[in-house]
């Protein structure tokens, strides 16, 4: 990876690599909106309880930084879809422990949005289950761009910026390619 721009999530895992404290809390501030929001439409209400989406956004960046040092981020938008394969597999961790709780008492609704997240709702559960096995099948690139656009909302010329890419077109064909790649991995999982 080339020298890193003094505002990068490269320079700032450089800099928490080195210990540096400051680098650390803005590596925090900067993806834990993203989380935050991505997080409470990803975790069914049937499943908040116990753990809500900031204690899954919490444990997502304890494990991240705890793994920092084995970190090497190919580009700027790598952190981002570490973050979230990591946040993912909390999520699915807190479902199956809401599963084994069963049914449980229902939370101040200030705190849980109602009803089914607003993917589930689009796609319906068995169509997300399809989507993350296929989202799997996709190389990290593709996965960060889909990532970015269709579960984060990023422009263009934010994913451009992400990933790397010179314009906010060439943004636009990774992640065209992407998703015609991911509608063609869910088709085969349809079967």
């Known amino acids: 990876m080339p020298d ?15 210990g540096d404290a ?8 900067r993806h834990l909106p993203l989380l935050r929001a991505w997080a409470h439409r990803r975790l069914p209400p049937g499943a908040r309880g116990l753990a809500d989406t900031d204690d899954l956004v919490q444990v997502t960046f304890v494990r991240a930084l705890n793994q920092v040092q084995g970190f090497e981020p190919r580009h700027e938008g790598a952190f981002l879809a570490y973050l979230r394969q990591i946040l993912l597999n909390a999520v699915r ?26 993917l589930e709702t689009a796609i319906g559960r068995d169509a997300l289950e399809r989507y993350d096995r296929a989202f799997g099948q996709l190389g ?52």
């Open 93 to 118: 961790d807190e479902i199956r422990r809401g599963r084994r709780r069963g049914p449980h008492e229902e939370v101040d609704p200030e705190t849980e949005a109602p009803g089914p997240s607003p």
């Open 22 to 29: 400051a680098a650390r809390e803005r590596l925090v501030a």
């Open 140 to 191: 990290a690139e593709q996965q960060e761009a889909v990532f970015m656009r269709v579960e984060m909302g990023m422009t263009y010329e934010e994913i451009a910026g992400a990933l790397g890419k010179n314009s906010a077109n060439t943004a636009r064909m990774v992640v065209s390619r992407a998703l015609a790649r991911l509608a063609l991995e869910m088709e085969d999982g349809n079967d």
């Open 4 to 18: 890193p721009a003094p505002d990068s999530t490269a320079l700032l895992l450089q800099q928490v690599r080195a």
